[in-house]
T-cell receptor, first 115, second 111 residues
Framework: SQTIHQWPATLVQPVGSPLSLECTVE??????LYWYRQAAGRGLQLLFY??????ISSEVPQNLSASRPQDRQFILSSKKLLLSDSGFYLC??????????????FGNGTRLTVT | GQQVMQIPQYQHVQEGEDFTTYCNSS?????IQWYKQRPGGHPVFLIQ?????EVKKQKRLTFQFGEAKKNSSLHITATQTTDVGTYFC???????????FGQGTTLQVKP
């Protein structure tokens, strides 16, 4: 069966510090990978998605970047965090074939507080 | 751009009452997925609807896709405290195939 691991679970970082969140998927090959952000009490905003190694699509201009160095590894980064980067960051995967029909499977998320 | 309206934003019900959330669009939708996010948790996929007029049931949950494929609903019969959470639809235009999430409906159930 497929599993998705996301860490850390919580993170408190000062403004201006760097960020690196990692997500790995097991039990499947060539998944689509996604990073979402959820502000407190709000909806799910798609930040990045990837259909393969080194292929990243950015949905909104951000202080963030994403990379996919391996097939089942997705990393979210920032060089300098802003207060507005606080939120709940969720990694997700879906099957590649007929991907628009494929449901998303989310990791447990990382709660980031920028102070 | 593509817009998906999910209503209501919040709903407070007494345990045992019914609950419905709606996902509406002005354009024809390709398919629709429903997710549940418990407080403090991550969204979990519930079901997907693809066909016009499709109705699916999961115990006390009934999911419906409109005949014109422009709206969908999630209905919970006789709510329980375990139903508490935020329910999201995820859907998109049949032209673009790109899916986006609705704003979510947060359900509170009073015991």
């Amino acid at each position: 069966s497929q599993t998705i691991h996301q860490w850390p679970a919580t993170l408190v970082q000062p403004v201006g510090s760097p960020l690196s969140l990692e997500c790995t998927v097991e039990g499947t090959s060539n998944p689509n990978l996604y990073w979402y952000r959820q502000a407190a009490g709000r909806g799910l905003q798609l930040l990045f998605y990837s259909v393969g190694i080194g292929q990243i699509s950015s949905e909104v201009p951000q202080n963030l970047s994403a990379s996919r160095p391996q097939d089942r590894q997705f990393i979210l980064s920032s060089k300098k965090l802003l207060l507005s980067d606080s939120g709940f960051y969720l990694c997700a995967w879906s099957w590649t074939v007929s991907s628009y029909n494929s449901p998303l499977h989310f990791g447990n998320g990382t709660r980031l507080t920028v102070t | 751009g593509q817009q998906v309206m999910q209503i209501p934003q919040y709903q407070h019900v007494q345990e045992g009452e019914d609950f419905t959330t709606y996902c509406n669009s002005s354009t024809t939708l390709s398919n629709i997925q429903w997710y549940k996010q418990r407080p403090g948790g991550h969204p979990v996929f519930l079901i997907q609807l693809v066909k016009s007029g499709e109705v699916k049931k999961q115990k006390r949950l009934t999911f419906q896709f409109g005949e014109a494929k422009k709206n969908s609903s999630l209905h919970i019969t006789a709510t329980q405290t375990t139903d508490v959470g935020t329910y999201f639809c995820r859907t998109g235009s049949s032209n673009t195939g790109k899916l986006i999430f609705g704003q979510g409906t947060t359900l509170q159930v009073k015991p």
